[in-house]
């Protein structure tokens, strides 16, 4: 296995996030009933014509800026030709020859901290299909045509990544990137956003690269992950076991964890791809280009940087905190309540207690049950010592599921922390003079022991005794050893 | 009698409430009922619907309303989308579609006020040059009924020589109006690509289709033309450029007016078709037009570049036709592959299976830049050369046919041969040209056309150069016996 160097390309397919279709003016909402989002140009009756939404340009104008590619001046519609049910025309129009956006790239984060850049070859747009249903039917197969004319972006990136890994964190990357720009929901259970999976695997050290298998339709991460990963292992097997990998499309089953032979190069349609005489090749001027560069947003990559430079972040806490616009919105907010000071503790706050209870009850950020301001409130009364940070956790989950600001919780249940030496120092004496035995070990070298009685001490005060002052009078008070 | 009165006399009559809309209506039908048998010149009559919009008609002059159009009868052709009325494209495979909307040519039509008698034949999916492909039969030319009227808009020349109605629409992708316009001795216009909308007009080939009008004078097709043009917002290939005032145009003498002599129309042509078009020149002369030769070097590429860029657009453009949604669907399919096969294998005439074909291998791998590329290279020359004449000239002139009508049957066996009937045509399709063809005198007693073709959005020039020669003629009031 380590002989072998694996070889990744993706194409990304993201939703674009229009009201309407492509080339109709019918709805893109997901779920409605059967075929009641298609009029009749997605059913392809007879006459009609497609007509192009201007808004999808603007959305693939806007990507290709943010991944720094070149937006084509002219660029052209093709049929992409084949006989399928869900395809009412016989025919998915897309771009071929001349895409709407070309070379550009991208960066990544490895595991080790370093970036990498991944090239993406372009990026064009093209009509969804509809579907096949199959449930609830003997001996029949529906058609829903409300998918039918859905935009799409496909992404087309360079084969370079080397593992799995690097292609999910370029995956999330994009995905992170069209939420952004506000082109994508990004909505993967719906399908609003999935990917083709070229893999390959070569010598470590061939410049050539080993014959690709594309596996179609991956609509989660961890799918990506594990279809890769299954399909490596496949093609070592088969190399090593003296065989060849055919050029063939494959499909991966989530259920068996395994990919299957959709179709081999040679059962592959030619599609015989022509410029679609119906509509005019789309023409982008630099007014246009320049109209959408200022509506872009500040992208993931600049908002880390700023992150990690104005409140001194690591390059980890701030790629995290910018992995999406709500979340370091929310962040920004908290700051801005808490002082650039504190930064560290906001984004520990805000990646931890906070980033769990969300993903615990399955809720978007911007529907937190503890708001910024809420969180600010609480992480206040940390910075000011009211509470120590072990409370605050149980303040917070009280806050959650109540509903109810910090500061009445900390009232309410009396969670203030003592901070008065002497109401410290009278639990100490008292838990020493409890503990003899412990006292005795302590002090002829046990260190270890320290920690019991702060242990003790806290379960006294119901762990509201200011940790660092108990640490300093217990050192005092135990004296002994002296070096705990 | 009324029907060898042209629109203008008769909207005249129609104000003046000499006659209404239903009395003129009720005599079409009469001839039609009486005088179509023999000629086949119809796929569906729509007599009740007829007597309705006339009804509707005569109430608006009622009300004082005027137009030049309003309570005219007229014939569409069976390419054209009309709501509830079966729109069969001259095909078994939509004998039993009913279209549920109405073309924007026909919308326009309507809210003119014109009355629809019924639809008329043609070759099946306007791939023909005899009208002998419908499946419905034959049309004959009301010159000599064992003679072709032309194709593929034979039933509406034949309709509109035969006196069923005043005006008639038609589709022209490689000379299908101006062709049997000539052949049955009528005047028949194809606007400039993009003049007229194509929505809800049956796709042939979409880069070379455009609609227009069959009427006896050239003054009828421009008020009818004038309805008609205009930009539609559903058609991304028709043109946002000002409809000019057709009518209007046509007091314009023309003294000055430079007419270019095609010496590729001329060379071989057969002495008594030279002969008449020597006539008509100098009429334009007599007229002050100046005449010179004019060269279009390329022209004797433009069948066989027709013959790969229609058949390519054609084969795309029928993948719809797939026994899914609508029109024809075989008994018992037995699984998708016989549905696909037998509804189509069924469904479809020998000629649009050949062009079908002809179609999918000029666009397959490995082919596609010997042929589809070729005679894209081939087209573009061939427009450039219009353009370069159209430097030195207003319009150029020629025959519209190598020879008048010829007998059913004779070159249904023979392709190639039934293909050059449109050499004199097929130009103007590929440059996306307006051309006109004329009355011009007859041979063997059958007519002949003369063929006027503009630069780009010259129709009123056109139009006004017809109509003058009309003016200085009588070709166009012969009326085949029988018919009179």
């Known amino acids: 296995m380590s002989n072998w160097e694996v070889v990744i390309g993706l194409e990304i397919h993201a939703q674009l996030a229009t009201k309407s279709k492509i080339f109709s003016g019918s709805a893109t909402a997901y779920g409605a009933p059967p075929n009641t989002q298609a009029d009749l140009v997605d059913l392809a009756y007879p006459g009609v014509l497609p007509v192009l939404n201007a808004r999808v340009v603007e959305m693939a104008v806007k990507f290709g800026l943010a991944v720094g590619a070149s937006v084509a001046r002219r660029s052209v519609f093709a049929r992409k030709n084949y006989f399928y049910p869900d395809l009412p025309k016989g025919y998915q129009i897309s771009q071929y020859e001349l895409p709407v956006v070309a070379r550009g790239s991208l960066k990544i984060m490895l595991d080790d901290g370093s970036v990498k850049t991944i090239g993406i070859t372009r990026a064009h747009l093209e009509e969804d299909a509809g579907k096949s249903l199959h449930e609830g039917l003997a001996n029949a197969t529906g058609i829903d045509l409300n998918r039918a004319g859905t935009p799409l972006l496909e992404i087309v990136s360079e084969p370079d990544m080397r593992s799995a890994k690097e292609a999910v964190a370029y995956m999330k990357k994009i995905h992170t990137l069209v939420r952004y720009l506000e082109i994508c929901d990004g909505n993967m259970q719906e399908g609003s956003f999935r990917c083709d999976a070229n893999v390959s695997v070569r010598p470590k050290g061939q410049e050539k690269f080993g014959t690709r298998a594309e596996i179609k339709n991956l609509n989660s991460f961890r799918f990506v992950e594990k279809a890769i990963h299954y399909e490596v292992a496949r093609q070592v097997e088969l190399i090593e076991g003296g065989g060849k990998v055919v050029q063939e499309t494959r499909l991966y089953d989530s259920d068996k964890d395994e990919t299957r032979s959709m179709r081999s190069k040679e059962e592959a349609n030619d599609y015989r791809y022509f410029p679609d005489p119906d509509l005019l090749p789309v023409e982008i001027d630099e007014p246009f280009i320049e109209a959408v560069r200022a509506t872009l947003p500040e992208l993931p990559d600049q908002k880390a940087a700023r992150f990690a430079k104005d409140f001194a972040l690591s390059a980890y806490d701030a790629g995290v905190l910018s992995a999406s616009r709500e979340l370091g919105a929310y962040f920004e907010a908290v700051i801005l309540g808490l002082g650039a000071s504190h930064a560290k503790l906001g984004a520990n706050w805000v990646m931890g207690e906070l980033s769990s209870a969300l993903n615990r009850d399955n809720v978007d950020i911007e529907n937190s049950k503890v708001d910024p301001e809420a969180l600010t409130a609480l992480l206040k009364r940390i910075v000011d010592e009211t509470i120590s940070g072990k409370i605050a956790k149980e303040v917070f989950e009280a806050m959650w599921s109540e509903g109810k600001a910090a500061d009445a919780i900390i009232e309410a249940k009396g969670l203030r922390q003592i901070t008065d030496s002497s109401a410290i120092e009278g639990v100490i004496d008292a838990v020493i003079a409890a503990n003899p035995k412990q006292l005795a070990d302590y002090r002829s070298g046990k260190d270890k022991l320290f920690g019991f009685f702060v242990g003790q001490v806290m379960k006294a005060t119901g762990g509201k005794a200011n940790p660092a002052q108990l640490n300093e009078l217990l050192k005092t008070k135990l004296g002994g050893s002296g070096n705990a | ?484």
């Not at chain 2, 290939?237 to 000055?256: C, E, F, N, Q």
């Not at chain 2, 002969?275 to 590429?301: D, F, K, Q």
Request: glycine share 10%; net charge neutral.
């Open chain 2, 1 to 484: 009698m009324l029907h060898n009165l042209f629109i203008g006399e008769l909207a005249d009559r129609l104000v003046k409430r000499q006659i209404s809309s239903v009395e003129l209506t009720r005599h079409f039908l009469s001839r039609i009922e009486r005088l179509n048998p023999a000629l086949n010149a119809f796929i569906t009559l729509t007599a009740e619907q007829a007597l309705q919009d006339a009804a509707s008609a005569d109430a608006r002059l009622g009300n004082g309303e005027k137009g030049p159009l309003l309570g005219i009868p007229l014939i569409h052709k069976d390419i054209f989308c009309t709501q509830g009325v079966r729109t069969s494209c001259g095909s078994r495979m939509l004998d039993n579609f009913v279209a549920p909307y109405d073309a924007t040519v026909v919308a326009r039509l309507k809210s003119a006020g014109t009355v629809m008698l019924g639809k008329s034949n043609m070759d099946e999916f306007a791939m023909g040059s005899s009208n002998e492909t419908s499946y419905y039969g034959p049309v004959k030319n009301p010159w000599d009924i064992a003679k072709v009227p032309g194709g593929s808009s034979g039933g509406s020349a034949a309709a509109t020589a035969a006196r069923f109605a005043p005006i008639a629409t038609g589709t022209d992708t490689g000379g299908s109006i101006r062709q049997p316009a000539a052949l049955t001795g009528v005047t028949g216009l194809k606007p400039t690509y993009g003049r007229v909308s194509r929505y809800g007009m049956i796709a042939f080939a979409s880069s070379l289709d455009q609609a227009g009008v069959f009427a006896r004078t050239a003054g009828d097709a421009a008020a009818v033309l004038q309805v008609m043009a205009g930009f539609d917002a559903r058609d991304s290939t028709s043109i946002d450029v000002p409809v000019p005032d057709y009518s209007k145009a046509l007091g314009a003498p023309l003294k000055g007016l430079k007419i270019g002599l095609l010496r590729e129309f001329f060379e071989g042509l057969e002495p008594r078709n030279a002969a008449l078009i020597e006539a008509a020149l100098n009429i334009y002369t007599g007229l002050g037009a100046e005449t010179r030769e004019v060269s279009l070097p390329h022209l004797p590429l433009s069948v066989p570049t027709y013959y790969v860029v229609a058949p390519a657009e054609c084969s795309s453009n029928l993948a719809r036709f797939d026994g899914v949604r609508f029109g024809y669907r075989c008994e018992n399919p037995q699984d998708l592959m016989d549905l696909y096969k037998r509804s189509r294998g069924e469904g479809f005439g020998a000629e649009v299976k050949r062009r079908i074909m002809t179609g999918t291998y000029v666009l397959s791998a490995g082919y596609f830049d010997a042929y589809y590329l070729k005679a894209q290279k081939a087209r573009r020359l061939i427009t450039d050369d219009f353009r370069a004449a159209f430097e030195k000239v207003d319009l150029v002139i020629g025959p519209t046919t190598p020879t008048p009508a010829f007998d059913i049957g004779a070159k249904m066996n023979d392709p190639v041969l039934m293909y050059l009937n449109d050499i004199y045509t097929i130009g103007a399709n590929l440059a996306g040209l307006p051309g006109v063809s004329l009355p011009c005198g007859f041979v063997d007693g059958l007519p002949m056309g003369l063929q006027l073709i503009g630069p780009h959005f010259a129709e009123a020039k056109l139009l006004n150069a017809a109509h003058q020669y009309q003016q200085a003629t009588d070709w166009h009031t012969h009326v085949p016996r029988g018919y009179e």
